[in-house]
């Protein structure tokens, strides 16, 4: 009867046992389920954050001799008010950059005293130095009514497709001519009433055109 007993006893046990073993396992493949659903959501939220945010960039300005300048994209925008007229104008490169460019005295005078103006470079550049033409002549031509002096684009030499040939030997009666070229120096300067912008290469043509519209707008000297 007592061997009954205990033998049941060790049955109960062995059961109670095996209970909390599948308990055990059970809980454990819950925890494991957890801490899976738990990683999968960070690294949900991880690649959203990545994808979705998107942090706007502290904004690039400056104020120089009291205008303000702001990096826009490629380009810099500032503001000039003439007369009644507020003008935002965009530049490759803004003052900082072009303080080391330098002007002949009398070029402004040379521009603004013209009838009319011929924005003159050679066949043999690129689209770079029309560029340095399309940033000065913003200023100087009649399309943006800044300075409203007519202007027009030629080429220093015949290309045989009847293109408009100017050269300094043109400036002369009040005809303006304005020469961009490559040479051993970037500078702004003159052959007698001819206004030559020049430089080492043709990115700096662009710098010495946009150094020398800093100073027809009074920005630089």
Not at 200 to 218: P, S
């Amino acid at each position: 009867m007592v061997e009954k007993e205990e033998s049941k006893k060790d049955i109960n046990k062995s059961l109670g046992s095996e209970e909390i073993h599948e308990g055990s396992d059970k809980s454990s493949t819950k925890n494991i389920m957890l801490i899976l659903i738990m990683i999968i959501g960070l690294l949900i939220l991880f690649f959203s954050i990545k994808y979705f945010y998107h942090p706007t960039p502290a904004e690039e300005s400056y104020v120089y001799n009291g205008f303000k300048f702001t990096k826009v994209s490629s380009l810099w925008l500032t503001e000039i008010q003439l007369d009644n007229t507020l003008f935002r104008i965009t530049t490759r490169y803004s003052p900082n950059e072009l303080e080391h460019i330098n002007v002949e005295p009398g070029i402004y005078e040379k521009i603004v005293g013209s009838k009319g103006i011929y924005f003159t470079v050679s066949g043999n550049l690129s689209s770079v130095s029309v560029l340095a033409i399309t940033e000065l002549g913003r200023i100087i031509g009649t399309r943006y009514g800044l300075l409203n002096i007519p202007s027009q684009a030629a080429l220093t030499e015949s290309d045989d497709n009847e293109t408009l040939v100017k050269t300094c030997k043109d400036a002369v009666n009040g005809t303006g001519v304005i020469w961009f070229k490559l040479g051993n120096t970037t500078a702004a300067y003159s052959d007698q009433n001819c206004v030559i912008i020049q430089g080492t290469e043709e990115w700096d043509i662009v710098k010495a055109a946009d150094r020398v519209t800093f100073g027809l707008l009074g920005v630089m000297p």
